[in-house]
């Protein structure tokens, strides 16, 4: 073979591997908008229009419990999966009273595996 379409199968390979690359950045980025629109659509469908006059309950209505006190930086989201485990383990007997961080067990076993005598 000679080097000239050694040169020439080399770029051909680059420029088609490159051109495949750019359409599947398109392609992708299209059904992101296609499923946006779509993801949009339902919220909007979900939503209700006006909301209803609101009828007297038929059975007596629960205090709330008082809010947890949460330690700063712990998402609100965390704190209210920890409140729905809760209440789904113990029937709704139990209430969370507070949600801090506690130190990393994992760490602390590593370093233990890590350092143990044989």
Same mark, same amino acid.
């Given at each position: 073979?000679?080097?000239?379409?050694?040169?020439?199968?080399?770029?051909t390979?680059?420029?088609?591997?490159?051109?495949?690359?750019?359409?599947?950045?398109?392609?992708?980025?299209?059904?992101?908008?296609?499923?946006?629109?779509?993801?949009a659509?339902?919220?909007?469908?979900?939503?209700?229009?006006?909301?209803?006059?609101?009828?007297?309950?038929?059975?007596?209505? *629960? *205090?709330?419990?008082?809010?947890?006190?949460?330690?700063?930086?712990?998402?609100?989201?965390?704190?209210?999966?920890?409140?729905?485990?809760?209440?789904?383990? &113990?029937?709704?007997?139990?209430?969370?009273?507070?949600?801090?961080?506690?130190?990393? &067990?994992?760490?602390?076993?590593?370093?233990?595996?890590?350092?143990?005598?044989?």
């Amino acid at each position: 073979m000679n080097l000239g379409s050694d040169v020439v199968i080399t770029i051909t390979g680059i420029v088609l591997v490159f051109a495949i690359l750019i359409l599947l950045m398109l392609i992708i980025t299209l059904e992101g908008k296609i499923f946006d629109g779509m993801a949009a659509k339902k919220k909007a469908a979900k939503e209700p229009a006006a909301p209803k006059a609101a009828a007297k309950p038929a059975a007596p209505v *629960q *205090q709330a419990a008082p809010a947890p006190v949460v330690e700063e930086g712990i998402p609100g989201d965390v704190v209210a999966a920890i409140m729905a485990a809760i209440h789904a383990m &113990g029937n709704g007997k139990y209430t969370l009273k507070a949600v801090r961080r506690a130190a990393n &067990g994992w760490s602390k076993a590593g370093v233990n595996d890590t350092t143990a005598p044989f």
